[in-house]
Nanobody, 122 residues
């Protein structure tokens, strides 16, 4: 069993930055691949970024490539999403999730956090 708690969301102006954190707990939390997803009102949940359990491989949605960076610190059981040059269309609730592997498909992820809201004003 893995528990995930996100933090770091908030309100920011377009062009600004935020860093989201996802604290994981559970005996084997560090052996899971981790992903960030987001869901805006009226839209489906979409993949944002993913990282393998070693941190050796990362994967990004085209819409955030070059602006967002995913990383992890297994000593702290924490995954981060650094978001730069934020745009109004990045406004959504952001969720972290854990999976046995790396995938952009939400169905692969076994554990989910409650989410943190990111709002980007124009």
């Amino acid at each position: 069993q893995v528990q995930l708690v996100e933090s770091g969301g908030g309100l920011v102006q377009a062009g600004g930055s935020l860093r989201l954190s996802c604290a994981a707990s559970g005996r084997t939390a560090t052996t899971y691949g981790m992903g960030w997803f987001r869901q805006a009102p009226g839209k489906e949940r979409e993949f944002v970024a993913g990282i393998t359990w070693t941190g050796g491989s990362t994967y990004y949605a085209d819409s955030v490539k070059g602006r967002f960076t995913i990383s992890r610190d297994n000593a702290k059981n924490t995954v981060y999403l650094q978001m730069n040059n934020l745009k109004p269309e990045d406004t959504a609730k952001y969720y972290c999730a854990a999976a046995r592997g790396l995938s952009s498909r939400s169905s692969v992820y076994n554990y989910w956090g409650q989410g943190t809201q990111v709002t980007v004003s124009s």
